[in-house]
């Protein structure tokens, strides 16, 4: 599952008759204004901003995404004493400080303990119950891995100072990760909330229709230009197939591809806006925050693999046109270029300011992403033919408002969560010796941990989001990964990579079955076409890795350039090799030319 609002428990809150309530727009205005607030006010101390963060989230969570009235009178309990316990946390932010995480009282200790049940609560509320196990097994761990024999035990520890860690002071629930939630993330939600409430969407579609429709395999190739554009201010895979799927997989069916294809196409395609710059479901803040590394610099070393993701798409679409009649759009289909020079600016210029002040003006990302969310905000005033109203932007507002902070409430509950793992790691020492018990495996040899790491992010990104399985996979394999030679920030997107694997990998592929229900094919089929398109998801990451001046556009853009070539090429040929109708032994031919490219030359 990706990081988004893919969980049934969001679908319905989407089918909700209140969906755009006034409460729940002005609940979203409260969290937008202080989440961008807290950009322009200055520094706010961790006890303050982050308990809030958690405390605009539960609602969303826990009455708005209720579906049974077990679920919404608790939810409403829930919440009331969960702000308590957040106030209390906000109001007394001084004197907690100075505790430095060992609880006194007995009141402090029924606070901290209903806090990580609320937190893991909320967490499967909000995605399910894979998250929330994880962190529960855990705490466990925190309280019974003393009596643990061997090297996987640990020392024990007060249970005040363990809960008071975790919840009074700036590490579990409050720590970096929370604050990455807080001050950076939850920016750029708010971002493609608003272009997404106006016209952004269809700028994106038109402009894909324009390069790619006239092309063979146009329509497929029009969701694959789409997904890319919008999953570069979305960051959800699931969010994506259900945007651009209602348009591109009705338009592929129409022009006879067959539905499988259809469907494999748009998940395989939206998988990718997790790993295109800017936002990548989340994971490039968090990837800045754990590797210190500038957040332009992730963004470059980010980009040539992300294009070199979807050029295979491409070629697979085209090797599928072996197989199938794959159309173009027909002309009438395609907008005219004047729409999409009037479409593409509500997006483009909300997007250049955002770059603009990023890359020239040097100022953060969260403050330019502010700055470009104003910019979005005054295009909701117009429609596609550019007339101003009113009313169309108090309906604009209110839709991005409701979708602004339900998006933030839900990727704050996830975040928060694995933040609750990563500190129990922390405290106990876990991470060190799962560490030890890879480099021990692999016989301290890099390729063997690296596909023990891959198997790891496989197995955890079926059960947890793309951005709790990185960052918990990271936290336990990437020190084995770097101590054998690779340098972190490559450490890091190779673990981000595999732990994306899960959204066209059976048996948990998120995006895979709203693809499968959008176009009414057996969801294994879908799947099967996604992989097959989807290939280089799982050599991309590997050839990182033989090839590491890829990741260097910023320090080495001709080496990066080149051995983005290299593998581009081979990428080519194994997905026509595996793909295309030609015979055996030539598809054989360039799938093992196609490697030898890629990892010896």
Same mark, same amino acid.
């Given at each position: ?6 969980? =049934? ?15 729940? %727009?002005? #609940? ?7 989440? #961008?607030?807290?950009?322009?006010? *200055? ?68 606070? @901290? /303990? ?18 929330? $196990? ?9 309280? &019974? ?33 929370? *604050? ?26 038109? +402009? ?15 969701? %694959?230009? =789409? ?16 945007? $651009? @799927? ?19 196409? !748009? ?42 993701? &979807? ?72 429609? /596609? ?16 408002? &409701?979708?602004? *902070?339900?998006? /933030? ?10 933040? #609750?793992?990563? *500190?129990?790691?922390?405290?106990? @020492?876990?991470?060190?010796?799962? $560490? ?7 016989? !301290? ?17 079926? !059960? ?53 229900? +959008? ?58 090799? %595996? ?23």
């Amino acid at each position: 599952m990706s990081l988004s609002l893919s969980s =049934s428990s969001a679908d319905a809150g989407d089918a909700t008759a209140s969906r755009l309530h006034p409460l729940w %727009v002005v #609940l979203g205005g409260v969290s937008v204004i202080f989440h #961008l607030g807290l950009i322009f006010y *200055g520094l706010t101390p961790a006890l303050i901003s982050r308990p809030i963060h958690m405390a605009l989230a539960l609602p969303w969570i826990l009455i708005l995404l209720a579906q049974t009235p077990f679920e919404r009178w608790s939810g409403w309990l829930l919440t009331a004493l969960g702000i308590a316990a957040c106030g209390y946390i906000v109001f007394n932010e001084q004197a907690l400080a100075n505790q430095y995480g060992f609880i006194d009282t007995s009141l402090q200790m029924t606070i @901290g /303990v209903f806090l990580i049940g609320l937190t893991l609560e909320t967490a499967r509320r909000a995605i399910g119950w894979p998250l929330p $196990t994880v962190a529960l097994c855990a705490l466990l761990y925190g309280v &019974f891995g003393s009596h643990i024999p061997g090297q996987f035990g640990h020392p024990g520890m007060p249970v005040q100072s363990f809960v008071g860690t975790l919840t009074i002071s700036e590490g579990g629930l409050w720590g970096s990760l929370t *604050g990455v939630s807080v001050g950076v993330v939850a920016i750029f939600v708010i971002f493609g909330a608003v272009l997404n409430a106006g016209e952004a969407g269809r700028g994106f579609m038109n +402009m894909a229709s324009a390069v790619a429709g006239r092309l063979t395999g146009g329509a497929a190739k029009v969701s %694959v230009i =789409s997904s890319a554009l919008m999953g570069s201010i979305s960051g959800s895979a699931s969010a994506n197939v259900a945007s $651009t @799927g209602a348009i591109t997989i009705p338009s592929m069916v129409r022009l006879g591809y067959p539905r499988s294809l259809a469907g494999g196409v !748009e998940a395989v395609a939206s998988s990718g806006g997790q790993i295109m710059p800017p936002l990548m479901g989340a994971g490039a803040f968090v990837m800045v925050e754990l590797t210190g590394t500038p957040y332009t610099q992730i963004m470059a070393a980010a980009m040539i693999p992300a294009i070199l993701y &979807f050029v295979t798409v491409w070629i697979g679409i085209n090797a599928y046109a072996t197989r199938h009649d794959l159309r173009p759009m027909a002309e009438e289909e395609r907008p005219s270029g004047r729409e999409v020079l009037i479409t593409s600016m509500f997006f483009a210029v909300p997007f250049v300011l955002l770059l603009e002040r990023i890359f020239l003006g040097g100022y953060t990302p969260q403050y330019a992403a502010s700055l470009a969310v104003f910019a979005g905000l005054a295009l909701l005033f117009f429609d /596609v033919t550019l007339s101003f109203s009113l009313r169309g932007f108090g309906t604009r507002l209110a839709e991005a408002l &409701f979708t602004a *902070g339900r998006q /933030v409430a839900v990727i704050g509950a996830i975040i928060i969560c694995a933040s #609750l793992v990563i *500190g129990v790691l922390s405290l106990t @020492g876990l991470g060190v010796k799962i $560490t030890s018990g890879i480099l021990s495996l692999s016989n !301290e040899m890099l390729w063997p941990a690296l596909l023990l790491t891959a198997l790891a992010c496989l197995v955890l990104g079926m !059960e947890v989001p793309t951005t709790a399985a990185y960052v918990i996979c990271v936290s336990v394999a990437g020190p084995a990964l770097i101590s054998l030679g690779l340098e972190p920030l490559l450490a890091h997107l190779f673990v981000f990579w595999f732990a994306l694997l899960s959204t066209i990998t059976p048996p948990v592929c998120g995006g895979v079955f709203i693809a499968a229900g +959008m176009v009414g094919e057996n969801w294994l089929k879908v799947a099967f076409k996604a992989m097959a398109l989807g290939i280089g998801l799982y050599i991309i990451p590997l050839a990182m890795v033989a090839n590491p001046d890829v990741i260097r556009l910023a320090s080495d853009p001709a080496g990066a350039i080149f051995d983005g070539v290299k593998i581009a090429v081979g990428l080519g040929g194994i997905s026509f090799g %595996v793909i295309a109708r030609r015979a055996l032994w030539l598809r054989a031919l360039l799938v093992v030319a196609g490697a030898l490219i890629i990892f010896m030359l």
